[in-house]
């Protein structure tokens, strides 16, 4: 069974997690109805409760328990290798349960969202504002803003916190509202479960008596006829009662195969939002909001270091972030560039890492006692011009970006950006002490780029 418990992990989170966490984990039988898991410290303990209880309890679930429970346990460090026999097990702990977000009058329906995916945990870039700005409107007026919302974007990226996080608001606001949220995949197997016991009538009242309903990962609807039948008499009968529904997918309704028209075309009625990849400041962000709710301080270099290295999937940007202070914790060192290198050395290939637009205007800034809301703003000052122009002069040199994207995060045209660009080639021939100061910020950066330990 633990075998089983950990693919099922393996398949729901990031290679990263899996092995920074999952792989010293040691099953020490079930104890009282619970599943009894051995960590190597309390750290770890306290990591596993605050992460990855869901996620087990799901993984026992779907191997058909009833009533999961887990705990964890520290393991003695002499006795590591070892099965504790049962009856010399300490006391069992309690086990942890999960906290389900509210009551619901059905407690099949209530499902479980998760308490971490709030709006107040959700940082907002310009990679997701208007998919943040639509969930904040539909929490706000149920049913009468945007309906269906539907929010498409590849995995990792947040989908599914921003549902729950609409989840999360009306529970708060309206306890009395039904809330049900579901993947696709359990909508499908509900379904095939409740015709196999002839129990349709009750699973389509569940479903049709609800005031929001969360649908997550519709693209898995491709292909199953049935279920797509049942599904759009679900959705009609919401959408004529005016209740919420929100739809996510890791692509636009237009390109989900094998989806009827009709249901294609209800996806449409309402407003269609994706999310892309967060940008570096973003990343920095996240890790720094996750740093912080675990109670870790971590220098800012550090936060950037990691933020370079992963910069599609935030799950992985997380899972990158957990290694590093497994590997500070485990190994009682503090927080390092040095330190954060070698410890996602093994999981990402060294690879030419980009220097950043922000991190020349804040060396910039620094060098020449200015703040970067100045180099970014509209003063005309010299002692601000010339800084911005040799900022934008090396974000020209150090980085892949364009004129106009350049341009665009100092808030100028691209002809503006040219002129600094040759403005600053022509002095620094002429002007020795410009030259220096240019190299020396040349030099500070790439010394941030260099692979360490
Ligand atoms: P998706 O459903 O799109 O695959 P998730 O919603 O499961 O992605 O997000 C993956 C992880 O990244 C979660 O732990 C989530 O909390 C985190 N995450 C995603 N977007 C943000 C964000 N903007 N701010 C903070 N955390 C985020
Ligand atoms: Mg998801």
Redesign the pocket.
């Known amino acids: 069974i633990w075998s089983d418990v950990l693919a099922y992990v393996r398949n729901n989170i990031s290679e990263v997690e899996y092995h920074t966490w999952f792989a010293p984990v040691k099953t020490l039988g079930v104890r009282e109805g619970s599943l009894v898991l051995g960590v190597r410290n309390s750290f770890a303990q306290e990591w596993f409760r605050k992460h990855y209880l869901e996620l087990l309890e799901d993984a026992l679930r779907s191997l058909g328990a009833e009533h999961p429970q887990v705990s964890f346990e520290v393991l003695p460090a002499v006795q590591e290798a070892m099965i504790l026999p049962e009856a010399a097990a300490p006391t069992p702990k309690v086990a942890a349960a999960p906290q389900p977000v509210r009551s619901s009058p059905d407690p099949e329906l209530s499902k479980i969202l998760n308490p971490?995916?709030t709006f107040e945990?959700?940082?907002?870039?310009p990679n997701?504002n208007l998919a943040h700005a639509a969930a904040l409107a539909v929490a706000e007026s149920p049913g009468k803003a945007y309906n269906p919302l539907f929010i498409y974007?590849d995995?990792?990226?947040?989908?599914?916190?921003?549902m729950h996080a609409v989840g999360h608001y009306l529970a708060e606001k309206y306890p009395e509202k039904r809330i049900a949220y579901v993947s696709t995949e359990s909508f499908t197997n509900e379904l095939i479960n409740s015709i196999r016991d002839d129990k349709t009538t009750q699973f389509r009242d569940r479903y049709r008596s609800v005031d929001l309903l969360l649908v997550?990962d519709i693209q898995f609807l491709a292909r199953k006829e049935r279920t797509q039948e049942e599904f759009f008499h679900t959705f009609n009968a919401l959408y004529e009662n005016h209740k919420q529904i929100i739809l996510?997918s890791d692509r636009p309704p237009k390109d989900i195969q094998t989806l009827e028209g009709r249901l294609r075309s209800r996806f449409e009625w309402g407003l269609i939002t994706d999310?892309q990849s967060?940008e570096f400041e973003?990343r920095v962000a996240?890790l720094k909001?996750n740093a912080e709710q675990a109670n870790i301080n971590i220098p800012q270099e550090v936060l950037e270091l990691i933020a370079r290295q992963v910069t599609t999937n935030?799950?992985e940007l997380?899972g990158a972030l957990m290694r590093v202070v497994a590997f500070s914790s485990l190994n009682n060192v503090p927080f390092s560039r040095a330190v954060a290198s070698k410890a996602l050395s093994n999981v990402f290939a060294p690879q030419e890492l980009q220097v950043e637009m922000s991190e020349v205007v804040r060396a910039a800034a620094q060098l020449f006692e200015v703040t970067t809301e100045q180099i970014r703003g509209t003063g005309r000052a010299r002692d601000i011009v010339v800084p911005r122009q040799i900022a934008m002069y090396l974000i020209r040199e150090l980085t892949p970006h364009s004129l106009p994207e350049i341009g665009q995060y100092f808030g100028r045209d691209h002809s503006t950006v040219m002129h600094a660009v040759s403005k600053v080639s022509e002095s620094i021939k002429k002007d020795e002490e410009m030259a220096a100061q240019v190299s020396r910020l040349r030099r500070h950066l790439e010394g941030l780029h260099e692979p360490e330990g």
Do not use: A, Q, W
């Open positions: 971490k995916y945990n959700f940082v907002v870039g997701n974007g995995v990792g990226l947040g989908k599914t916190h921003l997550d996510s999310i967060p973003t996240i909001m935030i799950r997380e």
